[in-house]
């Protein structure tokens, strides 16, 4: 049963198309993220979530929108894609009571 | 604002011997850090979190320190395997805030 799930795993679309990543986590947790890791492998964050309310936004373009159905779910929408948008995205949940993060295995994002 | 350095960058052993990661924080008022191993293509995963008011933690062969009034982490690895060959990642979380700042890795290599 895997903790934190990311669909897709690899995504290739063209410049300027709208695409979705989904996020799931069955730990229990009520704070998730997005993370974003650039071609140098340098991780940052980008949102994060709590209890279905947004609590970080990390100066992310408004083309990139998170939206949390409910508790389990943390999805990234990502509008008008651009070049610099490749990249891998982690989704990631953290306890409450230490913050102990928990990271998805990871959707590599490609755009041509 | 918060950075985290890892050095070294890259490390190449042979098999057996023990080792030394070390990390960096440029601001000492931490909740608590995290490491992190990061296998080529692969999320994140947890190996160790040490509270701010803990000096060491232990997992099977890894052992993690930490000196918050020097900024500093190490995390070292006993009778290194082939199969410990990955990135290790340091993160720092700010008391009160949500948000991990990740350092850049060091990249292990262990030689059969």
């Known amino acids: 049963d895997t903790a934190v799930s990311q669909t897709p795993k690899y995504l290739v679309t063209q410049m300027g198309n709208d695409k979705s990543i989904k996020c799931e986590q069955n730990?229990?947790?009520?704070?998730m993220y997005w993370y974003k890791q650039d071609s140098k492998k340098f991780l940052k964050i980008m949102f994060s979530?709590?209890?279905?309310?947004?609590?970080i936004n990390e100066t992310v373009p408004n083309r990139f929108s998170p939206k949390s159905p409910d508790k389990a779910h943390l999805n990234l929408h990502i509008n008008s894609l651009e070049l610099g948008d490749s990249a891998v995205y982690f989704c990631?949940?953290?306890?409450?009571?230490?913050?102990?993060?928990?990271f998805g295995p990871g959707t590599r994002l490609t755009v041509l | 604002k918060q950075e985290v350095t890892q050095i070294p960058a890259a490390l190449s052993v042979p098999e057996g011997e023990n080792l030394v990661l070390n990390c960096s924080f440029t601001d000492s008022a931490i909740y608590n850090l995290q490491w992190f191993r990061q296998d080529p293509g692969k999320g994140l995963t947890s190996l160790l979190l040490i509270q701010s008011s803990q000096r060491e933690q232990t997992s099977g062969r890894l052992n993690a320190s930490l000196d918050k009034s020097s900024g500093r982490s190490t995390l070292y690895i006993a009778a290194s395997q082939p199969g410990d060959s990955a990135t290790y990642l340091c993160a720092v979380i700010k008391g009160g805030s949500e948000k991990l700042v990740f350092g850049k890795g060091t990249k292990l290599t262990v030689n059969p």
């Open positions: 990631a949940t953290a306890d409450r009571r230490d913050n102990e993060q928990f």
């Open positions: 979530y709590n209890n279905k309310e947004l609590i």
């Open positions: 730990l229990g947790h009520d704070t």
